[in-house]
């Protein structure tokens, strides 16, 4: 048995819609990861500011530290 012919329109026909959802999808992509990396972007300059924080946080933590022990032993 042999498979009947296909109509050379018709095939054409299902490659321009595979190629049209193709494209459809690549721009979806596309534009997730770009929604990503302005995320990962702003993500990373909150961690940034969070770890100056935190420095400056620990620094004042150890400056009263060192000064409570200082006042410690003045008395």
């Known amino acids: 048995m042999s498979q009947?012919?296909?109509d050379?329109?018709?095939?054409?026909?299902?490659?321009?819609?595979k190629l049209d959802l193709l494209i459809?999808?690549?721009n979806q992509v596309k534009n997730e990861n770009k929604s990503l990396k302005v995320?990962?972007?702003a993500l990373v300059k909150e961690k940034a500011k969070l770890l100056e924080k935190t420095t400056l946080a620990k620094a004042?933590?150890?400056a009263?530290?060192?000064?409570?022990k200082a006042?410690?032993?003045d008395s």
Do not use: Y
Request: negative net charge; hydrophobic residues 35%.
């Open 39 to 41: 995320k990962q972007d």
């Open 8 to 17: 050379p329109s018709t095939e054409l026909e299902a490659l321009e819609k």
């Open 64 to 68: 009263m530290i060192a000064r409570l």
């Open 24 to 26: 459809v999808q690549f």
């Open 71 to 73: 006042m410690e032993h």
């Open 4 to 6: 009947p012919e296909k």
């Open 60 to 62: 004042r933590v150890e």
